[in-house]
């Protein structure tokens, strides 16, 4: 899809196609502790998560994110798509263009094995 910036919305199936790793999720939720979190921080969002994608899990985008519950962890998309209109009003995409090198995933894998679980 070209443009993508232009659309309000985009379908999941282009948001699996034109997401990569290293771009960044946007949440806004509707619940009163996202609400206070943004009238706080005077934004529209009130959560943040990095996709990644796994050659062994191609079809899949997961994003690492961390909760108060669960710490640094990493869920899948598709497990969070059925709730996108129920906990959240909009989920914003930001793609990084740049060139991902071996090195930058190198890299985010050693970042993750020192978060994860924290």
């Known amino acids: 899809m070209s443009k993508f ?35 706080f921080t005077n934004s529209d ?5 990095m996709c990644v994608k796994f050659a062994t899990d191609p079809d ?8 108060h519950s669960a710490g640094v962890h990493f869920v899948k998309f598709s497990a969070m798509a059925p709730y996108l209109g129920e906990y959240y009003d909009k989920l914003c995409v930001r793609h990084l263009k740049f060139e991902r090198s071996d090195e930058q995933i190198n890299t985010l894998r050693k970042f993750v094995r020192e978060v994860i679980g924290r």
């Not at 379908?11 to 009163?32: P, Q, V, Y």
């Not at 899949?60 to 961390?66: F, N, T």
Request: aromatic share 16%; charged share 20%.
């Open 60 to 67: 899949e985008i997961y994003v690492l994110e961390a909760t």
């Open 45 to 49: 969002f009130d959560h943040v998560g």
């Open 5 to 39: 910036w232009k659309y309000h919305q985009i379908s999941c199936a282009d948001f699996f196609t034109n997401t990569d790793t290293f771009d960044i999720l946007l949440f806004n939720n509707k619940n009163a502790s996202g609400k206070t979190i943004q009238a």
